[in-house]
């Protein structure tokens, strides 16, 4: 089977996602129910072991994995981007794209019998936006949140916002508990380790460094789901073990991360497996290295492009990612809404043009050919982060560039804390730039958070482009607005842009019942059912 | 005398095999580099070509690098800090084991208690937790491995000067008016140099192997293409792409092998007692 890259958000579908009024379909969610085989333990091994699952409280591969089984949002998003509801059943946007009414489902239960209801919506949409720098960006929008009664709530925006739905979808935006939470310290709440959420699998057991349970919810809103009695993810943190627990049978479900592109290839070649195409569409993850721009000679325009012009990107992405990676060539991933190739400076790998740049800025070689000498970050517990940094220090070195590696146990914190001259990373876009691009070049975040504009790009002409590309009505007018900036940063590479790899899932063939929805990966899994 | 050691070790016959395979290796690492290219970093053709085909006697690795070049390049830094951790380890075991079996008192009560204080922590993790705080580098290695071995040298060291110190070419240089420090390093020493000769040939190869050990976990310096990277990070992949694993692990095996054999027909040249006893 030919490994393909998955679909992607098109304009036309992103489009139909903002106009106002989409989503007043009530789903019936359990019309999918048609009486399938009950029982069967789904397992998905995981390569590190996360800090919490609560994915309210923090995003990553493995908390939103586990924790989107327990965990509900108000809506998901299928694979035409279009609103399917969850916990809301029913959401009214109002004809000028300003108000959104939620009416919630009435028959849900927290997981310890408390009922769900409005309080818990508005205390989430006040809490996780504290810990999600996505979600942040777009609740910054909302000037009033109104509790109509127990079960309805209504969102006024200070302004229409075309990706809201994008930005407040399950995958940034779970419901928590304000039962569990409310007055307490939410980042060391027993309940992170111990959830308690409403989705149609409960917390059993966490044995540190073994595995997370997770067991059947009786009482999930949807009557008979799920199907599956139990999940294990076991926390594995060597790769040849994991591909080992594939192939005894005892892992099912391969999630991102977890086995390697040729064992992949192999499980899939075998017959036994699957992929799920398009399972993490909606993450977007894209390889890049963040730029220190407070440290010469990393402030000179001419230095970073000769980065650029440096790396042998294609290489990268037929060596490391054989094929499932396209080279990324500007701010915005193409496979992120309003991407414009035609507004990018492109930058080819030519060796010799990075020399020329280099020569001009005044930056000649010493007696043993080096030109400058740099750390680069990289976090060692992602193996094509560390495989992508070995061809890019040999890159770099072929110019003169003596890019010492810095293996890192926590890359987070460095990018933080501003400690790096370069750090690579491998972030998701989230389909919409303003959810997941605006974070790294907007001179307002320029704060110590992971994943913010650590390297200190401070551009004032780019700031207002955003505010009006954000504040636009309609995507003609936001997309007049992206091009603009598109043609701007790839101008002043303010992030060395490598890669935009296309994550996969895979299930073994005894499994039915996953849907195409573009973040499957964190999906609730509640129609997942095994056939003979 | 120095003839009789060569002649001795010359009689043993894995003690000849194993110098003479240290010399062929030490050589190949310097010379073959010249041949087959500079850099072991460098992408030489696609990855996962298996040994033998496109010109790759060993094949390459996930990245399309030449996996013999880089085990040539892995002999280089492997015995790089084989021997200078061996160094590191004499320079701090010899010192105070001499000094502490020489002067003896609560000097050498005070040395040996450190020294069991070493002894006592284990040595894999004692080493794990030096690299991780001062970070993974060549020199990092080798004086974490440095500080989990001198304790056997500084053991040996004592227990020899003091067997060596009233001795009667001992108490005659004391007589005629020679200082302590003179005694020790000038009459002393020498003497007692052997069994540390011995042990330190053998702490060559335990180094390699320990290096390998950090490598493998992830803490070996990743700056530089040693064996025990090349298998720590290609393990993954052992299921089809043996090869990448297999010609450094068996660099590891064959020259730790050697070194052993050179260190056990030290042992018998330089202490010709053994042989007879056997």
């Keep these: 089977m030919k490994l393909t890259r998955g679909m992607q958000l098109t304009r036309r579908q992103f489009t139909a996602l903002s106009a106002a009024g989409v989503a007043t379909t009530a789903l019936p969610l359990g019309g999918r129910a048609l009486a399938q085989t009950h029982g069967g333990t789904l397992t998905a091994v995981f390569n590190i072991e996360p800090p919490h699952i609560n994915p309210g409280l923090g995003t990553s591969n493995v908390i939103q994995t586990a924790g989107g089984k327990v965990f509900q949002g108000l809506f998901n998003l299928d694979e035409n981007y279009e609103v399917v509801p969850v916990l809301a059943e029913r959401i009214e946007v109002s004809d000028d794209g300003i108000e959104y009414t939620f009416h919630l489902r009435r028959n849900v239960r927290w997981h310890d019998g408390a009922p769900f209801t409005a309080d818990d919506v508005l205390f989430s949409f006040e809490v996780v936006p504290q810990f999600h720098s996505r979600t942040r960006i777009a609740l910054d929008r909302v000037a009033e949140t109104v509790r109509v009664d127990d079960h309805t709530v209504t969102l006024r925006l200070n302004g229409p916002y075309l990706p809201f739905f994008l930005a407040t979808s399950g995958v940034n935006m779970a419901i928590i508990p304000r039962h569990i939470y409310e007055g307490t310290d939410y980042m060391s709440n027993p309940a992170n380790v111990a959830p308690i959420g409403t989705g149609p699998f409960r917390f059993s057991e966490w044995r540190r460094g073994e595995y997370i349970h997770l067991v059947r919810n009786d009482d999930y809103a949807i009557d008979d789901l799920p199907y599956v009695d139990q999940i294990y993810f076991p926390m594995v943190p060597d790769g040849s073990q994991r591909s080992i627990s594939v192939e005894t049978g005892q892992t099912n479900v391969i999630i991102a991360g977890a086995v390697n592109l040729q064992d992949q290839r192999r499980f899939v070649d075998s017959g036994q497996f699957r992929i799920i195409e398009g399972a993490y569409n909606a993450i977007g993850a894209t390889i890049v290295m963040n730029i220190n721009l407070r440290n010469p000679p990393f402030d000179d325009v001419r230095f970073r492009k000769a980065l650029m012009h440096a790396i042998n990107r294609q290489q990268i992405v037929d060596n490391v990612f054989f094929g499932t990676a396209e080279v990324m060539e500007g701010p915005i991933s193409s496979a992120t809404a309003y991407f414009d190739k035609s507004a990018l400076t492109t930058y080819d790998y030519d060796p010799q043009k990075a020399i020329a740049l280099m020569d001009e800025m005044g930056l000649p070689p010493d007696s043993s050919g080096v030109r400058a000498s740099f750390r680069l970050i990289v976090g060692q517990n992602s193996a094509n982060a560390m495989r992508t940094q070995e061809l890019v220090r040999l890159h770099l070195g072929a110019v003169g560039l003596n890019a010492t590696l810095v293996a890192v146990d926590s890359m987070p914190t460095r990018d933080a804390q501003w400690d790096f001259d370069l750090l690579m990373m491998i972030p998701g876009q989230f389909l919409d730039p303003d959810i997941g691009v605006s974070r790294f070049y907007l001179s307002s975040n320029i704060v110590n958070n992971f994943q913010a504009n650590t390297g200190g790009y401070d551009n004032p002409r780019l700031d207002e482009l955003w505010a009006a590309a954000t504040a636009a009505t309609t995507a003609e007018e936001a997309q007049r607005h992206y091009s603009e900036i598109q043609r701007i940063l790839s101008e002043d590479v303010p992030r060395i842009w490598l890669a935009e790899i296309d994550q996969r899932m895979l299930v073994r063939n005894d499994l039915q019942g996953f849907g195409n929805s573009p973040q499957e990966g964190y999906a609730e899994w509640d129609g997942v059912h095994f056939v003979s | ?278």
């Design chain 2, 1 to 278: 005398m120095q003839r009789d050691y060569i002649a001795r070790f010359m009689a043993n016959p894995g003690a000849v095999v194993g110098l003479i395979f240290l010399a062929a290796v030490i050589a190949g690492s310097i010379v073959a580099p010249m041949f087959l290219g500079a850099n072991p970093w460098e992408v030489a053709g696609r990855p996962f070509i298996p040994p033998g085909q496109d010109g790759f006697l060993m094949g390459t690795d996930m990245l399309g690098r030449d996996v013999a070049l880089a085990v040539l390049y892995g002999t280089r830094f492997s015995l790089l800090i084989g021997v200078g951790s061996m160094l590191a380890a004499v320079l701090i075991g010899a010192t105070l084991g001499a000094v502490a079996g020489y002067a003896g008192g609560w000097v050498d009560d005070l040395l040996m208690r450190i020294t069991e204080f070493f002894q006592i922590l284990p040595s894999l993790v004692l080493i794990l937790v030096l690299v991780a705080f001062m970070g993974a580098s060549v020199y990092s290695v080798i004086i974490g491995i440095g500080v989990i071995t001198w304790p056997n040298v500084a053991r040996v060291m004592r227990a020899e000067v003091m067997s060596l110190r009233n001795r009667e070419y001992v108490e005659a240089a004391r007589v005629i008016g020679q200082r302590p420090l003179t005694i020790l390093v000038v009459q002393i020493l020498p003497n007692a140099m052997p069994p540390v000769i011995v042990i330190a040939s053998l702490m060559i190869a335990s180094a390699i192997l320990t290096e390998s050990a950090l490598s493998f976990l992830g803490l070996g310096d990743p700056n530089i293409m040693t064996w025990g990277y090349m298998i720590g990070t290609s393990r993954e992949y052992l299921r089809f792409a043996w090869w990448i694993s297999l010609f450094p692990g068996l660099a590891i095996i064959s020259t730790v092998l050697a070194i052993n054999f050179v260190g056990d027909g030290l042992a018998a040249a330089l202490n010709p007692r053994m042989e007879e006893g056997r």
